[in-house]
C-alpha cells in the first residue's frame, strides 16, 4: 500500500497519533480540522471565519496530497451551535458553489479547545 501523509505541525498530531490527511491511492481523507494556527484559535467568536480558515487548511493539504477542492466528494461539518449554519454554510458555500460535494453538518457539544465553533472533514477522490 502506498499511504502519503500531511502533517500541519499541531501539537496534537503526535500525541493522539494522526495526521492532518492521508492519500492511498486516488484517495484521500483529510482529518477533523478547525481554525488553529500555532495553538490559537483564528477567528475567535466568529463562525464564518473559523470555517473559511479551517477549508484553508483543508485546501493547502489537499494540494500537499495533489489535488485540489474540486476532488472533494464529501464534508461533515461539526458544529458547536447550529443555529450559527448560515454562517458557516455561507463560507462553505463560497468554498464549494460549483463543487457541492454531499455535505453534512451536525451540532456537537464541544470541540477540543472551548473557543472552536466548527471543524470540517473532507473526502476526495483523485482519478
Not at 494540494?63 to 464534508?75: I, K, P, S
Not at 456537537?108 to 473526502?123: M, Q, S, Y
Amino acid at each position: 500500500m502506498n499511504k502519503r501523509q500531511v502533517f500541519t505541525g499541531s501539537p496534537w498530531e503526535p500525541v493522539v497519533g494522526y495526521c492532518r490527511a492521508v492519500r492511498v491511492g486516488g484517495r484521500i481523507e483529510v482529518a477533523g480540522t478547525t481554525a488553529m494556527k500555532d495553538g490559537e484559535v483564528v477567528g475567535e467568536g466568529s463562525p464564518y471565519e473559523q470555517t473559511q480558515f479551517a477549508l484553508q487548511t483543508i485546501e493547502r493539504a489537499l494540494r500537499e496530497l495533489g489535488a485540489d477542492m474540486n476532488h472533494v466528494v464529501r464534508t461533515r461539518m461539526f458544529v458547536t451551535d447550529i443555529s450559527q449554519w448560515e454562517e458557516i454554510g455561507r463560507a462553505h458555500g463560497e468554498f464549494f458553489k460549483d463543487i457541492r460535494p454531499a455535505a453534512t453538518m451536525v451540532e456537537v457539544r464541544a470541540l477540543i479547545d472551548p473557543r472552536l465553533l466548527v471543524e470540517i472533514e473532507a473526502e476526495a477522490i483523485v482519478e
